[in-house]
């Protein structure tokens, strides 16, 4: 018995080393992954799914993904996907991420924009976080934007403003509009860690 299993279990095992790659590639291009969603329709012209998660690709192949609780899709606007609780977060080249959550948002999958709207929270590797009430965040360019009044904080101090804009891919946010800067002290010694 043992001359017949091992080997069955030995071939079984190579054709899942190089069959493996290939599935786990597919999975990477852009593309949404429902896991273990649970679609149904809730009026005959929308679509619903549980637990949605959105894997996608910026400008400079650099990775993106798109969660949330709930999404749901209209037969009407089908490149419109509205989003209970969404999630996002891009990866850099060197490790770095910035990462968004919100109550609601709603994302273009043609544009590739998610408008992300109450409590906002951006956070960025580096231990700063903004909080506003809307925010537009661009996942080919791997940039957001706010109009509307943020609070922030971090390792050097806290600041309020009437906007921001973050790009470079988190590296750069600037605040726009009246701002408050309040610096802490050894506010260099915090940013060196």
């Known amino acids: ?16 080393v190089v069959v493996w790659p290939q599935l786990e590639e597919q999975v990477i291009t852009e593309g949404t992954a429902i896991g273990n969603s649970i679609l149904e329709s809730s009026t005959p012209d929308t679509l619903s799914a549980l637990n949605p998660k959105y894997l996608g690709l910026d400008e ?15 037969s ?8 209970t609780l969404p999630k996002a977060d891009i990866t850099l080249e060197d490790g770095t991420w910035l990462a968004l959550s919100a ?9 590739k924009y998610l408008n992300l709207n109450g ?3 951006i956070f960025q590797d580096q231990g700063f976080e903004i909080v506003t009430e809307e925010a537009m965040f661009d996942a080919k360019a791997g940039s957001a934007y706010g109009q509307l009044p943020v609070q922030g904080h971090g390792p050097a101090g ?3 403003a009437e906007g921001f804009i973050i790009t470079d891919r988190g590296k750069r946010i600037t605040f726009t509009g009246k701002s ?13 860690q």
């Open 103 to 111: 109550q609601t948002g709603l994302y273009d999958r043609d544009a």
């Open 158 to 160: 806290t600041i309020n």
């Open 60 to 74: 400079k192949n650099q990775p993106y993904t798109i969660i949330a609780d709930l999404a749901e899709q209209s």
């Open 1 to 16: 018995m043992a001359k017949v299993t091992l080997p069955f279990f030995a071939v079984v095992l190579i054709l899942l």
């Open 180 to 192: 408050k800067l309040i610096i802490l002290p050894g506010a260099q010694e915090a940013l060196k």
């Open 76 to 83: 009407e606007r089908e490149n419109e996907i509205f989003l």
């Open 119 to 121: 409590q906002v929270n």
